[in-house]
């Protein structure tokens, strides 16, 4: 144990301390260099202050010589001790002015002045004046000696005692004042957010706990492209500066790159690349250097100039303070870690959903800023990109349309990312302008040494015009996005209020038809189907029908868009198809054998990769025969996608079910795209067959539907027949089919049955 360490050392030698380790030669001072124990004579007898010091005069204690102060009266002594500090032992009289002058000054050293930590030996030439064992404990008396008792061995002996506990007690007092003062600094520390901040912390309160200003710098290598090598002195990352305080300020996030003019700046990049290499503590050379294990090989090393060696002690503090720092670094690191994936799109490094409900917010709150505008970018077909070129193509996509966005358009504007593929864009209404945003898109993408053209549809929300949370806004701004996506021409759509209620009353009725399905709600009606030749019921169309829990009947115009749009009319459908298959065969069982039945089939049903396995199990299961099952498909359903529902209807087909198109007249078909379709009958839309005893328009289109039949070899049924003039005239016309208001409602189950019994009674009488 070197002289100059302290009898016991604080014991939190753990593992992390064990990376704080001081370099050795640290702590070998000179011992010249360390200033004397100071001892303070007081006696009123002049030959006694000469023989001490003679005695004493040239040792050494504790690798420190003694330098001697002199009183010769008690009220000198005080008057001394009040001027001056650092004083280890006082030699003291008992009696002097008084016969208990000695003790009184005791009292007034320890009480008056404060002064506890001094060592205090008394002598006394009369044994008699002993003072009482209370008094010497009391006022924390080392030594109680008589003159003659005092040899020089003896003398050298009591004050060694008295220097070394003088020691002890001085260490412990500055572990303790440099503990409050950690405590105080990590307390400051941990109030900090950010890892600048914190930087700053640590250079102020590491200059406090040696009594400087703050200085220096702290640095860290940057893990740049080298991630995962901690940062060594192999070069790996940069060193950059991350705080810088007193004369070295200028260097404020500076990188310290190798090549330096500046001497001062030469020194504090050497300590700190010495530092972080050798991860250890330092205090040569002028310069102290702390240390601090970070995360993930992030290290941090802080360099501050000191115009002197530091003591046992603050070596000791330092090192307490630099584990204590290293946590206040791992939380801030943390915090900041936390900030940043909590608020930001790693991808972009743009603010997220969370952050931009935060900052739309933030404008709804200012009254002056409710003429923004929130604009949402969706990126056309990424979807199909990303599967085709790969997710990394897709992420680098992604990351290049969010630099474009934060480099084309104005400042100030709030940008993010808010989904896979949908941008968000906050700012001024005249800013933000769906010309200005699409005209972005015009350059292509240069990816992975490709050119990729994106196109955008855009969403967007007058905040004006918002009422309601940030999130709420970006559910607006959606809505408007699908709306746009759906319309498909301009590629942006404004939000309006009424869009709002619209869609919040679609939402209540989707969760109520939902439940309502589940609690069977949902059933059946049928319309019976009539040949115009006989004026007999052929078959029926299926048509879906929603009692809701509160009694009232939904139209199907209402709840069945909703049933599409949220994919529930899949499930829907095929319970429908199912009960139309078992209410065909119980037609069958009651005798109607040639009767068929038309089910109403929706695109998303159509499109469902399962819908064809899910039509061969339905007629399975109900063993109802294809051949007299007919899928109602509207006119604009057969309009798109010609080449995927070409194919899905050639397997419809083939499961020997028929096909017709409703609504017929009111779409665009082609006529080489009908044929292609293979469909077996055309149903004129009820309008035409209102029109028909009106406008000469009216019976022309229906008139044609039927030639067109002809043509094409395709049945041909009229639907909304009311009055018996539209037969008359639909019957001039050629059209051999009708369904109507005039032969009957759509009825349940049990009311076609006996409407088709009453019809076979009426023929048959
Ligand atoms: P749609 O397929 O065109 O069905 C014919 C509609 O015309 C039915 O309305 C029917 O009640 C009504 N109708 C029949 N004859 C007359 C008449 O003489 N005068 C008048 N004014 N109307 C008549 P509904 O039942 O309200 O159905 C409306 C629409 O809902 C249907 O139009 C169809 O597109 C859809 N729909 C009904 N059931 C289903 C289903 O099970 N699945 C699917 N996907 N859609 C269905
Ligand atoms: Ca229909
Ligand atoms: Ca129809």
Redesign the pocket.
């Known amino acids: 144990m070197p002289a100059s360490t302290p009898p016991s050392g604080p014991p939190q030698d753990d593992h992390m301390m064990d990376d704080l380790v001081f370099a050795p030669e640290v702590a070998t001072v000179a011992a010249s260099a360390r200033p004397p124990w100071r001892i303070l004579i007081v006696d009123d007898d002049a030959d006694v202050h000469s023989t001490t010091t003679f005695a004493l005069g040239n040792v050494n204690m504790q690798g420190r010589p003694l330098a001697f102060l002199h009183a010769y009266s008690a009220a000198e002594a005080f008057a001394l001790l009040r001027r001056e500090s650092d004083v280890a032992v006082i030699l003291l009289d008992v009696v002097m002015e008084r016969a208990d002058a000695g003790l009184q000054l005791v009292r007034r050293i320890r009480d008056e002045l404060g002064l506890h930590d001094v060592r205090i030996i008394l002598r006394t030439g009369q044994p008699g004046y002993a003072p009482e064992m209370e008094a010497i404990r009391g006022y924390d008396i080392n030594d109680y000696r008589t003159k003659s008792e005092l040899t020089r061995t003896r003398l050298y002996t009591a004050v060694a005692a008295a220097i070394r506990s003088y020691e002890q007690i001085c260490a412990l007092e500055a572990n303790r004042i440099g503990m409050e003062r950690i405590v105080a600094a990590c307390a400051q520390l941990m109030a900090l957010h950010g890892v600048r901040d914190v930087a700053y912390g640590i250079l102020a309160q590491a200059g406090g706990l040696v009594g400087q200003a703050a200085d220096g710098v702290l640095c860290t290598r940057e893990t740049g492209s080298h991630v995962g090598t901690s940062g060594g002195a192999d070069g790996y990352g940069r060193l950059c500066v991350v705080a810088a305080c007193g004369a070295s300020r200028d260097l404020d996030g500076c990188q310290l790159d190798g090549q330096y003019d500046d001497r001062h700046v030469t020194r504090l990049a050497l300590a700190a690349e010495k530092t972080l290499a050798q991860r250890a503590c330092s205090a040569d050379d002028g310069m102290l250097a702390l240390y601090f294990p970070g995360k993930a090989g992030r290290d941090f090393a802080a360099c501050i100039p000191l115009g002197r060696t530091i003591s046992d002690v603050e070596h000791r503090l330092l090192k307490v303070f630099c584990g204590m720092v290293a946590v206040c670094l791992d939380n801030c690191e943390l915090v900041t870690d936390l900030n940043k994936s909590a608020f930001h799109d790693p991808l972009t490094g743009l603010p997220n959903r969370t952050r931009m409900v935060e900052l739309i917010d933030a404008r709804l709150v200012k009254a002056a800023d409710n003429g923004a505008v929130l604009a949402l970018v969706d990126l056309d077909h990424f979807a199909e990109t990303n599967d085709a070129l790969g997710h990394r193509f897709g992420d680098l996509l992604l990351a290049a349309v969010g630099q474009r966005l934060c480099t084309r358009l104005a400042p100030g504007l709030d940008i993010g990312r808010i989904g896979s593929d949908i941008f968000c864009v906050l700012g001024d209404a005249e800013l933000v302008q769906p010309a200005q945003l699409q005209t972005l898109f015009r350059d292509s993408f240069h990816i992975d040494g490709q050119d990729v053209q994106v196109s955008s549809t855009l969403g967007l929300v007058r905040l004006l015009e918002h009422d309601g949370s940030g999130a709420d806004a970006l559910k607006d701004a959606d809505i408007a996005l699908k709306r746009a996506k759906l319309q498909q021409r301009t590629g942006h759509f404004y939000f309006s209020r009424s869009m709002g209620v619209e869609i919040r009353e679609r939402v209540r009725m989707m969760h109520a038809l939902r439940s309502g399905f589940r609690r069977g709600e949902l059933f ?2 049928y ?1 019976p189907q009539i040949d115009l030749a006989t004026n007999r019921a052929f078959g029926a ?5 929603w009692q809701h829990g509160d009694g009232h009947l939904v ?3 209402r709840f ?1 868009p909703i ?2 749009y949220s994919g529930l ?1 899949v499930e ?2 095929e319970w ?1 198809l199912r009960q ?1 298959c078992a209410e065909l065969m119980r037609l069958r069982a009651a005798g109607h054998v040639a009767f068929t039945m038309s ?4 695109q998303v ?1 159509l499109r469902h990769p399962h819908f064809l396995d899910m039509l061969r199990r339905a007629l399975d299961d109900t063993g109802a025969p294809p051949a007299f099952i007919e899928l ?1 498909i ?1 006119e604009s359903m057969a309009m798109e996608e010609p080449a995927v529902l070409v194919e899905t209807l050639e397997h419809v087909k083939r499961t020997g079910v028929s096909i017709a198109i ?2 017929f007249g009111t779409g665009f078909s082609s006529l080489s795209h009908l044929q292609r379709l293979q469909v077996d009958r055309l ?1 004129i ?2 309008t035409f ?2 029109e028909i005893t009106g406008s000469a328009r009216g019976s022309s289109i229906a008139q044609m539907v039927v030639q067109l039949g002809r043509n094409l070899g395709l049945s041909v049924i009229a ?4 009055d018996e003039r539209q037969a008359q005239i639909l019957r001039q016309l050629g059209c051999p089919l009708a ?4 032969y009957a ?2 009825l349940s189950p049990k009311a076609l049955l006996a409407w088709l019994a009453d019809e076979t009674v009426t023929r048959a009488a």
Not at 541 to 545: F, H, Y
Not at 599 to 602: P, T
Not at 719 to 722: A, I, M, P, R, T
């Open positions: 059946l009606h319309q169309e299926a048509l879906l029908r139209p199907p115009d069945i049933a599409e009319i829907i459908g429908v139309a089910v109403n089939v929706s049903q109602e509207t409703d609504d149903k839309d009820r067959v209102t639907e909304g027949v009311e369904q109507g208001f005039l409602r759509p």
